[in-house]
């Protein structure tokens, strides 16, 4: 009886279930680039005095420009007011709870990583709409004065990035069609 309960605790152990393991995943992620995206937030505007400066020339080709973003992606949908402040804040929460319950079911793994970046993203970007009534927007990537992309911040890049690796999974990896047999 003593030897049956020496056995190894490896043994004993149940299997990871691998659904379980790709939702920590995600969730880690997620909140991971929530606490860099505010963390990120917070430095420009208490350390650098970024709303003060107004522009923080880093590089030929990056500043760091101060920006409230009252809309959501490239000036939609801007806020004008209390109440639309407030819808868009459901709205993004809306998606961001489709996100969730899409992460919750994803089997993927690579998915799941995808879906991590893209809530911890919307969360960061909420948060701010919640606590501030705009978003925080800082990175400006330039090259002379061609700007391909709107001031953005890591919420921003972190949602783009998720979303451009769900689209080329999705595109480069089709599940393949069972032959059809002809009767």
Do not use: C
Request: net charge positive; charged share 20%.
């Amino acid at each position: 009886m003593a030897e049956a309960s020496a056995a190894p605790a490896a043994e004993r152990r149940a299997p990871v279930d691998p659904l379980r393991a790709n939702r920590i995943l995600g969730l880690v992620i997620a909140g991971f680039i929530l606490l860099l995206d505010q963390l990120a937030k917070w430095a420009v505007t208490n350390v650098v005095h970024l709303p003060d400066r107004g522009t923080d020339p880093w590089l030929p080709f990056f500043q760091l420009n101060w920006v409230p973003n009252h809309g959501v992606s490239m000036g939609f949908l801007t806020a004008n007011g209390e109440v639309q402040r407030w819808l868009l804040v459901g709205l993004t929460a809306a998606i961001s709870i489709f996100v969730l319950a899409w992460l919750w079911r994803e089997r993927r793994r690579d998915d799941t990583i995808a879906l991590g970046l893209v809530l911890g993203g919307a969360l960061g970007n909420i948060l701010d709409r919640v606590r501030l009534g705009y978003v925080v927007d800082y990175a400006d990537l330039h090259f002379g004065e061609w700007r391909p992309f709107l001031v953005f911040n890591l919420g921003d890049a972190a949602i783009t990035i998720g979303v451009l690796l769900l689209v080329v999974r999705a595109l480069l990896t089709r599940e393949r069609k069972a032959p059809r047999e002809k009767v």
